[in-house]
């Protein structure tokens, strides 16, 4: 069973937090994370693009002029591709991109991406996350006091508006809650801040 360290929002060492093997134990799986990573991103598609071919574009119906004899080259229709209000060659249509993954594959690319962040050190955990008010500068303040310079995901075991508006505009810092704790995010991020109440809750889950 690890164990790590558990920080204020100064910095400061509080104390320390046994983590369940079950969860933060995990063997690393790549290409079972590769295949959760891309599931993600195509789920997240919307595939609405659409132009139209020759023969959806309006007009065109007549010979522009005859076959020979014109000195011109030979046109079959005004909405030929090459022509400016023509149909579009291979024209994108709407599509599907999403994919579908087990919920069993999963957890385990998830709990996967989680062992890797505690045993390269990139996971860290602070007793609470408050704000006195929906400010930039306090999380500012967190974020260095914690010497988070790098890409840095803050998991929150419970939605907290002042804190989400407080980390907003900060570039290298976003803020979800454990509820929304996906694989994409895990690995997307240099650095995985969580509370002692999330990791809680992913051990209630997935121990």
């Known amino acids: 069973m690890a164990s790590v360290k558990v920080y204020n929002m100064k910095g400061a060492e509080v ?9 933060f134990g995990v063997e690393y799986n790549e290409p079972l994370i590769h295949q959760a990573v891309v599931t993600y991103l195509a789920n997240g598609r919307q595939g609405t693009k659409s132009t139209l071919t020759r023969t959806e574009v309006r007009g065109g119906g007549a010979k522009p002029w005859r ?5 011109r080259a030979r046109q079959g229709s005004i909405r030929a591709p090459q022509w400016t209000k ?11 991109f999403s994919k579908k993954m087990n919920a069993t594959a999963k957890r385990g690319a998830l709990l996967s991406a989680l062992s890797k962040k ?17 400010k930039t500068k306090e999380m500012e303040a967190f974020r260095k006091a914690l010497k988070l310079d790098k ?19 900060l570039e290298k810092l976003s803020t979800i809650s454990v509820s929304e704790i996906n694989t994409y995010e895990i690995v997307a991020n240099a650095i995985v801040v969580m509370t002692k109440g999330s990791v809680k809750k992913i051990e209630e889950v997935y121990a």
């Not at 023509?86 to 599907?96: I, W």
């Open 15 to 23: 104390g320390s937090l046994d983590l369940s093997d079950a969860v």
């Open 86 to 96: 023509g149909g579009v060659v291979f024209a994108p249509k709407s599509r599907d």
């Open 151 to 169: 890409r840095t995901v803050v998991v929150m075991d419970e939605q907290n508006a002042d804190v989400i508006l407080a980390a907003r505009n």
């Open 67 to 71: 076959q020979k004899g014109t000195g």
């Open 118 to 134: 505690l045993a390269d050190g990139e996971l860290l955990v602070v007793d609470e996350l408050s704000v006195s008010a929906p």
